[in-house]
């Protein structure tokens, strides 16, 4: 069942769990990221300023801690509308609506699916290459953050193409998830 009460299809009601739980350890990893990033950014500032000896791995980790946080919040943004969006059509049927969701959905999914294919490549490539700066840890941990941030944003258009489809509504996100820039 959808939050609204429609009984969804079996599948379709076990795709949105599965993006529901995947989701919610996302924006858990997301937390914890802006914390580390905050920590080790404060830790470098504090160090070269008020010790004038600077930690020499705190500006690649920040960094590389950055590309983590983008690919893992990228599906919450989706799932939640927190995406930039323009709205140029003028007000259309709901049959036109529907298709054209439908259309953007399975292109967010096709694209995703592409991406997920091809930074897999790209981070398997990188396990031979070393990031010496912070440890000497494989470039392949540093870019396989790619292909699951892409899958995890494939999940999600998928359920939303396959909700578009079905004439089922979207999943709404509740009073407390709401991603807002209120009060900044």
């Known amino acids: 069942m959808t939050d609204r009460g429609?009984?969804?299809?079996?599948?379709?009601?076990?795709?949105?769990?599965?993006?529901?739980?995947?989701?919610?350890?996302?924006?858990?990893?997301?937390?914890?990221?802006?914390?580390?990033?905050?920590?080790?950014?404060?830790?470098s500032v504090i160090m070269r300023y008020g010790f004038n000896s600077s930690l020499s791995w705190a500006e690649d980790?920040?960094?590389?801690?950055?590309?983590?946080?983008?690919?893992?919040?990228?599906?919450?943004?989706?799932?939640?509308?927190?995406?930039?969006?323009?709205?140029?059509?003028?007000?259309?049927?709901?049959?036109v609506r529907r298709i054209i969701r439908v259309l953007v959905h399975a292109t967010v999914f096709g694209l995703m699916a592409m991406l997920t294919r091809f930074s897999w490549v790209f981070a398997w490539n990188g396990r031979s290459q070393v990031a010496?700066?912070?440890?000497?840890?494989?470039?392949?941990?540093?870019?396989?953050?790619?292909?699951?941030g892409c899958a995890l944003m494939a999940l999600v258009a998928l359920?939303?193409?396959?909700?578009?489809?079905?004439?089922?509504?979207?999943?709404?996100?509740s009073e407390e998830d709401v991603i807002s820039t209120q009060g900044m």
């Open 61 to 95: 980790a920040a960094k590389f801690l950055m590309v983590w946080l983008t690919f893992i919040a990228a599906p919450l943004g989706f799932r939640h509308g927190a995406h930039v969006s323009l709205e140029l059509l003028p007000p259309l049927p709901p049959l």
């Open 6 to 43: 429609v009984r969804l299809p079996a599948s379709v009601a076990a795709l949105g769990r599965l993006n529901n739980a995947l989701l919610f350890l996302c924006r858990w990893f997301a937390i914890t990221l802006v914390a580390v990033i905050a920590i080790v950014v404060s830790a």
């Open 132 to 148: 010496l700066t912070i440890g000497d840890i494989s470039m392949f941990w540093i870019f396989v953050c790619m292909p699951i």
């Open 159 to 173: 359920e939303f193409m396959i909700l578009t489809i079905l004439g089922y509504p979207e999943p709404t996100v």
